[in-house]
């Protein structure tokens, strides 16, 4: 069932990892070379923009495996994340071939891989080449969900009541991410491991914004993450991501700004903070006017 490990060791995963652009801490190398050795889902929990989803998608890079994404939310079912008939075109046939045949006949043949839409479940598992599964934000779903989710999870392998069971040929490497804004089941984080990922330090941050904006000053760098970590104290609807970190410094260079002075802050203060309230209180509680 399953294929070539993922990574050769935790130094392996930590280097490619680092070479697709992705830095990550021990525990994350070892975790995700834990993943693919043991063959075991990943639920990686943390607030939003700490690279959670960005771990899945580094692993695709990395390997060279297609990344299939589903993404999770209020109301999904197993239609959207597993499969469905296309009933349309069943419809098409079934009156094609109303005239001429037996209703058996004609439900034998409207129930065939034709007519089948496979959702990003059934397609990860069916694949046979290398393939990373991202259920993004599963603590968006229902308890529903989670039920498939164990289902699908446990033995890899879905069962179709008019085609039968599909296996997996190839495990794929499964990453659950949760921005924990409920409790998952106990049953469904014991088939996983678990990575918990936070706001990274200051150190590590600065590394992240030079390696993805190699030509900001390095002075600027460190008033950046400064102001970005002075931010995150602040209890803000919506804290400054990594991402938003990048995309910060990315501003400040095609700008050509030198100095992160509280003009220079107060003028792009909305590519870090996107909601008015956040930044009136980055304004008063800062101080970023004079």
Known sequence: MSGPRWFASPDDASRRLGESGYLADAATAVTAYLTGALEKPLLVEGPAGVGKTELAKAVSRATGADLVRLQCYEGLDEARALYEWNYKKQLLRIQAESAGSSWQETHDEIFTEEFLLTRPLLTAIRRDEATVLLVDEVDKTDVEVEGLLLEVLSDFQVTIPELGTVEAVRRPFVVLTSNATRELSEALKRRCLYLHLDYPSAEREREI??????????????????????????????????????????????????????????????????????????????????
């Open 209 to 290: 914004v030079t390696r993805q904006v190699p030509d900001l000053d390095e002075r600027i760098a460190e008033q950046l993450v400064a102001t970005i970590g002075r931010l995150r104290d602040l209890d803000l609807k919506k804290s400054p991501s990594i991402a938003e970190s990048v995309d910060w410094a990315r501003t400040l260079l095609a700008l050509e700004i030198k100095d992160l002075d509280t003009t220079a802050i107060d003028e792009t203060l909305g590519v870090v903070l996107k909601h008015s309230s956040d930044q009136a209180k980055a304004v008063r509680e800062l101080r970023l006017r004079a």
